[in-house]
């Protein structure tokens, strides 16, 4: 599928005859789709990149694994075989700024890069985008107008690549979706795409444009450095409380936002919040986003995982609305502050319903009217535990002005006594950020307004510190 | 858009002659669009009028928006969890737009449109599918054939790929392709469903965002405090603007706004009416109104009647019946 991506890619090039680059994939078809693309992102930044790179075990997009060994394997036959770049003349010209820099940028990838979505990536593509001259006359929604780079990740539906606009010369996220021969465009992707063409905010992620050819469907994404769950990963043992509120605040100025034109997201997770190498957060993969309250049979599938499951949802309660999405955002809270997800290594419903019974305490009909009538609800629980306070059980909470407050009104079994977003960003855990955050008009972020920032992350100043090199270029960040 | 009383009479004895285009250049076989039609309908307007209509009826920019006892109304509608949003939530859902007022493409007639969407409506009840999905179906297939030419012979194959996005947007479980081309009697193959779904996509650009009229009669109903008879007969008589090609250029809470009108004035003898919410004047409703009571008193016509018989069933108390004979009531039977 990949494979038919490229050829339509260079096919829409050749047709739409701005880049004249002719390329003979004829005898590299028996190949995987990394070095297929490897061979054309060279074939279109331009022949002297393409010359070096070829130069055996010089380039290589990804270093890890098995990934590694096909890109060199690939590099060696793509030399004996004709990788033909005729008529450079423009492409050539257009790209010679670019070759220091970006070859050098792709060599130092090599030993740097841990994971395919690094922070540390970010500097250089900044350089790269700087040095690489843009076409204006490029359209939007055709193939040819954007590069791709490296694969990010392969999700249910989709598998998506970092790349590079043409036209502007700015990194997108490439989500390229997988056409289902039975079913034909997946209804996440449809549900998707509608839905994120009418949302234009600071904390959600912007869908720049659509790709449609013959054989795929691409949705171009602004890129995002990194997801929360990897930024958990990267800082273990509970991030920085200034950094915890700005997320947090963040998060819901984005589910304000939503809520207020009926949208749930159902599927939050630290996986689906991106974050930007400045500390922007922004809610991303609307797959299961709803633009009204329905049944639970999409809901309740297996992708979606249970830990960020409320209660009400977990006794089978088929009517929801936006409380749905401020439990899984309290959950969220606290786990950036323990470092630690609230319940975790559960797997079944019930499991997860006496985990947070044991915090919550068994609902009765008195703090919850109606939850004896729900169908997963079992009167056997009355035996079971006592409500705790919130500060027992995680004790960082106990230690910020407010936090333990906001966040026993986001985790309440009884889905209409949640703070709303709207009102949770008015609460006193927030009252130490600038005023001005309240007023910003919808698309401006957070980090226009002066002095706000990201502090360092306590394990990354230690990090940093051990590794000492590279510590000038990450003092703009964390 | 405030109408003064009297202006408003005006209006009203003005609108039998008021042309209908669906109903004139579709060449309709059933010339109803004759004066004698609209006319009798003023009866059951006109007795709604003298007593529903306050002074602040004409003052809609004054009145708060939204109207009062949003948050009761969005409770009765299993929606209490957005009180918060309620206000919006109404805007937005009130605020829907409609389609530009633009011909139809020339291979296309009304006539062939009502033919496709009696179809889809016959597909959606067999699937057992949501009022809503029957809505964004054919507000799919308006959009395209806004936008793009499509061949008579491919109209059928548009109309279920429409109905086919629309379940992907709306159900949670979808029809599979291959039953969908069962009941289109094999005129089109599950490759070419899913080619057509392509092509809708691209060609609308994936704006498939539509608060359909439905959510704006279930919020608007709630607000009115209207009995379930009431609904259910607005909610018929929304299911047959449908077929109408030019229900597509009225907005879908003025849409919505009409159907319930008429269901109420159609019904006001059996009495108990709610408030009246005047969010739309008279002359807003005006023209909708006589479009679908015409297309109530036109019953089981050929091609046409697929709303009528869903709505004749015991299951839906035969309200399709009851709004023919009450409304045949006040106006001679047509010709």
């Known amino acids: 599928m990949l494979e038919d991506y490229f050829i339509l890619e260079i096919h829409t090039t050749e047709v739409s005859s701005t880049p004249t680059t002719h390329l003979c994939l004829g005898p590299t078809l028996g190949l995987d789709s990394s070095s297929q693309y490897l061979q054309l992102s060279k074939a279109i930044m331009g022949q002297e990149l393409c010359s070096k790179a070829l130069q055996p075990g010089c380039s290589c997009y990804r270093s890890e694994g098995r990934d590694a060994r096909s890109c060199r394997r690939s590099q060696t036959v793509a030399m004996d075989s004709a990788l033909e770049l005729t008529d450079l003349r423009e492409a050539s010209s257009s790209m010679t700024s670019l070759h220091p820099k970006g070859s050098h940028a792709s060599q130092a990838r090599k030993f740097k890069s841990k994971r395919p979505r690094s922070n540390s990536d970010s500097f250089q593509e900044k350089d790269l985008e700087q040095s690489f001259p843009w076409r204006k006359s490029l359209p939007f929604g055709a193939a040819s107008s954007y590069l791709n780079l490296e694969k990010l990740g392969e999700g249910t539906y989709a598998t998506v690549y970092k790349g590079i606009s043409r036209i502007n010369g700015q990194l997108v996220a490439l989500k390229v979706i997988s056409m289902n021969t039975e079913e034909g465009v997946p209804f996440t992707a449809i549900r998707e795409a509608s839905l994120l063409k009418g949302l234009k905010h600071a904390n959600i992620v912007l869908l720049h444009d659509i790709i449609h050819t013959k054989e795929t469907l691409t949705f171009v994404f602004e890129y995002m450095h990194t997801d929360l769950a990897q930024y958990m990963s990267e800082h273990p043992g509970g991030l920085h409380p200034h950094n915890v509120r700005l997320f947090m605040f963040q998060l819901l100025r984005g589910l304000a936002y939503i809520h207020h034109q009926h949208i749930l997201h159902r599927d939050l997770k630290p996986q689906n919040l991106l974050i930007s190498y400045l500390g922007e957060l922004k809610l991303a993969d609307f797959g299961l986003a709803r633009a009204k309250s329905i049944p639970s049979q999409t809901y309740s599938s297996e992708v979606v995982t249970l830990w960020y499951r409320p209660p009400d949802a977990l006794l089978g309660a088929t009517e929801y609305s936006s409380d749905l999405d401020i439990w899984g955002a309290g959950c969220i809270f606290i786990e950036m502050l323990q470092g630690q997800p609230l319940f975790p290594g559960v797997s079944d419903i019930i499991e997860q319903l006496e985990k947070i019974w044991s915090v919550l305490g068994v609902p009765t009909e008195d703090t919850w009217p109606g939850v004896s009538k729900l169908p997963n609800y079992n009167p056997e629980w009355f035996l079971l535990s006592k409500p705790e306070s919130l500060q027992v059980v995680w004790n960082r909470l106990g230690k910020i002005p407010g936090a333990e407050d906001l966040a026993s009104q986001m985790l309440r079994g009884f889905p209409r006594d949640r703070v709303s977003a709207q009102e949770a960003l008015a609460h006193d855990y927030f009252s130490t950020l600038p005023a001005e955050l309240r007023q910003l008009p919808d698309v401006e972020s957070l980090f226009t307004v002066p002095g706000v920032r990201l502090k360092p992350e306590i394990c990354n100043l230690l990090a940093s510190y051990q590794r000492n090199h590279h510590t000038s270029q990450f003092s703009k960040c964390w | ?335």
């Open chain 2, 1 to 335: 858009m405030s109408v003064s009383p009297a202006a408003r009479e005006e209006l009203r004895l003005s609108f039998p002659p008021h042309p209908i285009p669906g109903a004139s250049d579709s060449g309709a076989s059933l010339s109803l669009q004759s004066p004698v039609k609209s006319a009798p309908l003023e009866k059951p307007v006109a007795a709604a009028t003298p007593g529903t209509a306050p002074a602040g009826r004409s003052q809609r920019a004054a009145q708060p928006w939204p109207p009062p006892g949003l948050a009761e109304a969005l409770t009765t509608l299993g929606l209490d969890g957005e009180r918060e949003y309620a206000g919006d939530i109404f805007v937005s859902v009130m605020a829907g737009q409609a389609l530009p007022k633009t011909d139809l493409p020339r291979a296309v007639t009304a006539e062939m449109r009502a033919l496709v969407v009696d179809w889809l409506v016959q597909v959606h009840e067999y699937l057992g599918l949501a009022g809503d999905t029957l809505y964004l179906a054919v507000h799919l297939l308006d959009s395209y054939l806004r936008v793009a030419p499509v061949r008579l012979r491919h109209l059928q194959l548009l109309g279920v790929a429409c109905l086919f996005v629309a379940c992907k947007v709306e159900e949670s479980t979808r029809p599979e392709p291959a039953s969908l081309c069962l009941l289109g009697a094999g005129s089109f193959s599950p490759a070419q469903l899913l080619r057509a779904e392509r092509r809708l996509l691209s060609r609308l650009n994936f704006q498939l965002y539509y608060p359909g009229p439905l959510l704006c009669l279930g919020l608007l109903a709630a607000l009115a405090r209207s009995r379930p008879r009431v609904v259910l007969l607005a909610t018929y008589f929304l299911e047959l603007s449908v077929l109408e090609a030019e229900a597509a250029g009225w907005e879908p809470g003025r849409r919505a706004a009409a159907a319930l009108a008429l269901a109420q004035s159609v019904l006001l003898h059996e009495g108990g009416e709610g408030p009246e919410l005047g969010l739309y004047s008279k002359a807003e409703l005006g023209p909708i109104e006589p479009c679908m009571a015409r297309a109530a008193l036109r019953g089981p016509a050929p091609g046409r009647a697929a709303v009528f018989l869903k709505y004749a069933r015991p299951q839906r108390q035969c309200i399709s019946l009851t709004a023919a004979r009450l409304l045949s009531r006040t106006c001679p039977a047509p010709p």
